[in-house]
């Protein structure tokens, strides 16, 4: 297991939500979501150069953001609001573009909310402020519920289970958990809970962290996902906001204080994922480079994890219209052919082979050339005689012919950033090329 990889885990003390499908939906239509969707996302280095982390493409066709939005209407949560912050441009345009289809005369939406000083004259100094600064939004929607929800992780959830244990449990604030290799658990807010699975303890980012006592080789760790009792919500953002020495933090600051005296449960993330996932739940933070990389090409396996095949649970995005994808030549030495990969449409594979790699729209790829284990970004144009494993490479790039990464580590790091895994990543600005004219200084994602 990665450093970005959990599962919903065993042996935890409490039971899954099995509520009918009918009373979910009067709950989920007394909720509002809001997706905290303005971080950088800075280990991801220079693909969050132009773009926050949650527009960064992925799988072929989709951006990040879309499985956070996927859940919410696939969960029957139609009311929604993104906040952004960090060169927000590309997101605002795709949220705004591709998810216009909710039916505003039901009271269904997803509202893009840009940061707007509403609450003083500061921008968003964490997630909590983001929240608190726009309650205004919230309580003009009044909703009983809100789900506060991390805009850049790749997972399938059903929202509605995890509100529903919130409600039967007459909790204040529920958090979804998932165990995680107690190695990693660092990178998480830990949570100790009690046989009720009610929260003891809530550290972010422990340097110790305390493991399950029934699994001691791992650790319960936050989703950033949470659900909040609205008047509870508000009058606790309020009292974060007037704490001068808050870093005004949802796991730094505020979730600490709430386990102290208030009715606080963890929801174990594998209830939500009854029926909507086959096998083991699948959650990753793509927050590095090799994070990304490899949750990509886990969706090359001939059974992947996450499953985007499902009808019943799809993850909607902005769809383009962009002819089929197309493999031309079947002489011997110079023969289209893709294996164990994702080609989206607009791509052509002339003459070339691609392995275990995930193609995104319109790249062209020339003669003779080999690709394994690589992540093509939109619109990358690939000459003739081209070697690449173990790569991401950014929109846009032009690679001339011959050209090489992933063969000379060495070469490679006097050019390009490559991670501690090996994996190469490319922009055209390290090739020395310009974006298109056409984007006029608005880079898009």
Not at 265 to 282: L, Q, T, W
Not at 351 to 368: D, K, M, Q, W
Request: charged share 20%.
């Amino acid at each position: 297991m990665t450093d970005s990889q959990a599962t919903g885990g065993a042996g935890l003390p409490w039971p899954g939500s099995r509520a009918p499908r009918e009373t979910l939906h009067h709950l989920t239509q007394r909720a509002y979501a809001i997706v905290l969707a303005g971080g950088r996302g800075s280990r991801l280095h220079e693909l969050t150069d132009w773009r926050a982390k949650p527009a960064v493409p992925f799988a072929g066709k989709l951006k990040i953001i879309d499985f956070a939005l996927s859940n919410c209407v696939n969960s029957g949560i139609r009311r929604i609001g993104v906040l952004t912050q960090y060169k927000a441009q590309s997101l605002i345009r795709h949220v705004e573009r591709g998810w216009g289809f909710l039916e505003a005369s039901l009271g269904e939406y997803v509202d893009v909310v840009p940061a707007q000083q509403r609450q003083g004259d500061n921008w968003y100094s964490g997630t909590a402020n983001a929240v608190y600064q726009n309650l205004d939004i919230l309580r003009e929607a009044n909703p009983e519920f809100v789900l506060v929800l991390a805009g850049d992780h790749i997972y399938k959830m059903d929202y509605a289970r995890m509100l529903d244990e919130h409600v039967a449990r007459g909790a204040d604030l529920t958090l979804a958990c998932i165990e995680v290799p107690l190695r990693e658990a660092c990178n998480f807010g830990v949570v100790s809970v009690d046989a009720d699975a009610r929260v003891t303890a809530f550290e972010e980012k422990p340097a110790h962290p305390i493991p399950c006592p029934d699994v001691p080789g791992r650790a319960l760790a936050s989703m950033g996902i949470y659900v909040f009792n609205m008047a509870f919500l508000g009058e606790h953002l309020a009292r974060d906001a007037a704490e001068v020495a808050s870093s005004h933090d949802f796991g730094k600051d505020m979730l600490p204080a709430l386990v102290r005296g208030h009715r606080v449960f963890a929801h174990h993330f594998a209830d939500s994922c009854v029926n909507i996932v086959e096998g083991r739940p699948y959650w990753r933070d793509v927050g590095t480079v090799d994070a990304y990389w490899e949750a990509n090409l886990d969706l090359t396996a001939v059974v992947p994890e996450l499953n985007l095949y499902d009808p019943s649970w799809p993850i909607m995005s902005l769809q383009k219209q962009l002819p089929p994808a197309k493999f031309v030549f079947d002489d011997e030495g110079r023969r289209g052919m893709a294996v164990n990969s994702l080609v989206t449409s607009g791509c052509i594979v002339s003459g070339a082979t691609v392995r275990r790699s995930v193609l995104f729209s319109n790249v062209r790829v020339g003669e003779n050339s080999v690709l394994e284990d690589a992540v093509i970004l939109p619109n990358v144009v690939v000459g003739r005689g081209v070697i690449l494993r173990r790569v991401v490479v950014d929109k846009h790039c032009m690679l001339p012919d011959g050209f090489k990464a992933g063969v000379h580590p060495a070469e490679d790091r006097a050019r390009f950033h490559v991670t501690e895994r090996g994996v190469t990543l490319i922009t055209p600005k390290m090739l020395g090329q310009a974006y298109p004219a056409e984007w006029h200084g608005v880079r898009s994602a």
